[in-house]
């Protein structure tokens, strides 16, 4: 297996503070939404969710910072993108790099 490429942290250093309810109007909802239309870009921010069910036990807990910094490994080691039709969003498709990222990530944390 080729080696993995791993992001800078150096801009992972934002403190938001939000409004929790999930109703439509806070902040946190209008947020999530915005940031869904992130993944799979360099402008994903880590609140929205952008993984499936082989890794969600590892990211649930996730804080913000560690769910951008996985999902900018995916990008820079191009793990492939899946549309959701039912969300019409995207997500990213568990394979063998993926695993590997979140294990290797997390083992050592």
């Known amino acids: 297996m080729k080696q993995i490429l791993k992001p ?3 801009s ?3 403190n938001l503070q939000l409004n929790m309810p999930n109703d439509r109007k806070s902040n946190w909802y209008l ?3 915005l940031d869904k239309s992130f993944i ?7 609140f929205a969710w952008f993984w499936d069910y082989e890794i969600k036990y590892y990211l649930r807990d ?3 910072k560690q769910k951008k910094y996985i999902h900018d490994s995916f990008l820079l080691n191009k793990v492939p993108l899946k549309p959701d039709e039912i969300t ?4 990213f498709k568990t ?3 993926a695993l590997k ?3 290797d990530y997390f083992n050592k944390t």
């Open 8 to 10: 800078k942290l150096q």
């Open 95 to 97: 394979n063998d790099v």
């Open 101 to 103: 990222i979140v294990e």
């Open 62 to 64: 996730a804080t913000t």
């Open 40 to 46: 799979g870009t360099s402008e994903y921010m880590g």
């Open 31 to 33: 947020l999530r939404k």
């Open 12 to 14: 992972f250093n934002y």
């Open 88 to 91: 019409k969003s995207n997500y």
